[in-house]
């Protein structure tokens, strides 16, 4: 019995990071809502590897096509806390074409049976627009019971 409880724990402690806690951590800057969820989602800091978010930051005068610059004390604090939290696993730190976590392998791979006519419908638009289907996303919630697809 005392075995069985003990491999319970061990198990549970190696369970990997589920699809519904990958939010903001705990001791996000106000300045990270206010400044990075205002034209998208607060993308949660364990998404990107520190060279990701390291490009983000430095290039944010030419950001995706728009001009997200910030004062440099409120751009050295949002820096300092998404390297923080930047992702270390494997899966979610590997280097991400143009910086973003759409174009990575894990999320084109989670999105292969989304068609691509689906992604340009006008209640998606992008698929950066994490929230227009994930419906908790903003919590940081992305189980796959918890998907509601636009149907236009
Ligand atoms: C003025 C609007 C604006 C602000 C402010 C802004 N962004 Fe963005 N961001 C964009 C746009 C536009 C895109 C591209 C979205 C798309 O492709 O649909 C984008 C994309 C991104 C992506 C890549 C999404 C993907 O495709 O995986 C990341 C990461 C990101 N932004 C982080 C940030 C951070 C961090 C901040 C705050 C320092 C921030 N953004 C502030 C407009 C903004
Ligand atoms: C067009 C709708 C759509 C958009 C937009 C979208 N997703 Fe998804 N996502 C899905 C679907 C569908 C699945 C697969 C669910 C399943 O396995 O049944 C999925 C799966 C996932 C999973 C895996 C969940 C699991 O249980 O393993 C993650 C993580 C995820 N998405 C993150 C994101 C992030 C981050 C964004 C934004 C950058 C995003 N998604 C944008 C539809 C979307």
Same mark, same amino acid.
């Given at each position: 019995m005392k075995t069985y409880i003990f491999i319970a724990l061990l198990a549970s402690l190696a369970m990997p990071v589920s699809a519904s806690n990958m939010g903001i951590?705990? @001791?996000?800057?106000?300045?990270?809502?206010?400044e990075c969820a205002s034209c998208h989602?607060?993308?949660p800091p364990g998404l990107l590897g520190q060279k990701n978010w390291q &490009?983000?930051?430095s290039?944010?005068?030419?950001?995706? @096509?728009t001009d997200a610059s910030l004062d440099t004390k409120t751009e050295s604090e949002i820096s300092r806390w998404l390297l923080k939290h930047a992702a270390t696993k494997q899966k979610y730190s590997a280097f991400a074409p143009? &910086?973003?976590?759409?174009k990575t392998t894990w999320f084109i791979r989670k999105h292969d049976e989304v068609r691509s006519d689906v992604?340009?419908?006008?209640?998606?638009?992008?698929p950066a627009n994490c929230t227009?289907?994930?419906v908790d996303a903003a919590k940081g919630n992305f189980d796959d019971d918890r998907v509601r697809i636009p149907t236009k």
């Amino acid at each position: 019995m005392k075995t069985y409880i003990f491999i319970a724990l061990l198990a549970s402690l190696a369970m990997p990071v589920s699809a519904s806690n990958m939010g903001i951590p705990a @001791g996000a800057p106000k300045s990270y809502e206010a400044e990075c969820a205002s034209c998208h989602m607060a993308y949660p800091p364990g998404l990107l590897g520190q060279k990701n978010w390291q &490009n983000i930051i430095s290039e944010l005068d030419k950001h995706f @096509g728009t001009d997200a610059s910030l004062d440099t004390k409120t751009e050295s604090e949002i820096s300092r806390w998404l390297l923080k939290h930047a992702a270390t696993k494997q899966k979610y730190s590997a280097f991400a074409p143009e &910086n973003r976590i759409t174009k990575t392998t894990w999320f084109i791979r989670k999105h292969d049976e989304v068609r691509s006519d689906v992604w340009k419908r006008s209640g998606v638009k992008s698929p950066a627009n994490c929230t227009a289907c994930h419906v908790d996303a903003a919590k940081g919630n992305f189980d796959d019971d918890r998907v509601r697809i636009p149907t236009k």
